[in-house]
T-cell receptor, first 112, second 117 residues
Framework: QKEVEQNSGPLSVPEGAIASLNCTYS??????FFWYRQYSGKSPELIMF????GDKEDGRFTAQLNKASQYVSLLIRDSQPSDSATYLC????????????FGKGTHLIIQP | GAVVSQHPSRVICKSGTSVKIECRSL??????MFWYRQFPKKSLMLMAT?????????EQGVEKDKFLINHASLTLSTLTVTSAHPEDSSFYIC?????????????FGPGTRLTVL
């Protein structure tokens, strides 16, 4: 059974600070890793994906992957109140023909 | 950008009736579409993989006779919840991958909220 674990939070971060979101996964054969943001009542929207060990930066967002530790994280710099949402970590073990396995999500609150 | 639509966005039905949800890729062809379900305060759970022109692949624990999936064209997949019961009330979300695309190009629809009375 593939599992993706996240701390459900809420994680409260002051505006302008760095928010750090963490995720672990059980399937060592996982190949693709994704971070989605979901607002209440809405469907997920893709923030970033990462395939290789190390860091990947996109604007204020940095994804970090450590396959040896089966750990993936998302850093949000200069946090804004609009970043307040639930962040879902998702993992794909195949090459695109497989659906995603999602974690339960971390509820992030950015305090003005 | 790639757009996936779902219809209806919200549906309320009586227990025992069937409900059909449509998922369309508006500006790309999708060989594969995925159906997810999300209960309140829970994560998305993959229900099934819909393959154009062939039978859907269901995840363990998902009843294929209850959740009928049809993927008759490269731009449309439908999910029919048959004989719906209150425990089927959930947020149903589809996603679509452009033909030849990898997992990073999986686009989500806006979701359909089903309430069974």
């Amino acid at each position: 059974q593939k599992e993706v674990e996240q701390n459900s939070g809420p994680l409260s971060v002051p505006e302008g600070a760095i928010a750090s979101l963490n995720c672990t996964y059980s399937d060592r054969g996982s190949q693709s890793f994704f971070w989605y943001r979901q607002y209440s009542g809405k469907s997920p929207e893709l923030i970033m994906f990462i395939y290789s060990n190390g860091d990947k930066e996109d604007g204020r967002f940095t994804a970090q992957l450590n396959k040896a530790s089966q750990y993936v994280s998302l850093l949000i710099r200069d946090s804004q109140p609009s970043d307040s949402a639930t962040y879902l970590c998702a993992v794909n073990s195949g090459g695109g023909a497989d659906g995603l396995t999602f974690g339960k999500g971390t509820h992030l609150i950015i305090q003005p | 950008g790639a757009v996936v639509s779902q219809h209806p966005s919200r549906v309320i039905c009586k227990s025992g009736t069937s409900v059909k949800i449509e998922c369309r890729s508006l500006d790309f062809q999708a060989t594969t579409m995925f159906w997810y379900r999300q209960f309140p305060k829970k994560s998305l759970m993959l229900m099934a993989t819909s393959n154009e022109g062939s039978k859907a692949t269901y995840e363990q624990g998902v009843e294929k006779d209850k959740f009928l999936i049809n993927h008759a064209s490269l731009t449309l997949s439908t999910l029919t919840v048959t004989s719906a019961h209150p425990e089927d009330s959930s947020f149903y979300i589809c996603s679509a991958s452009p033909s030849g695309g990898g997992a990073d190009t999986q686009y989500f629809g806006p979701g359909t909220r089903l309430t069974v009375l």
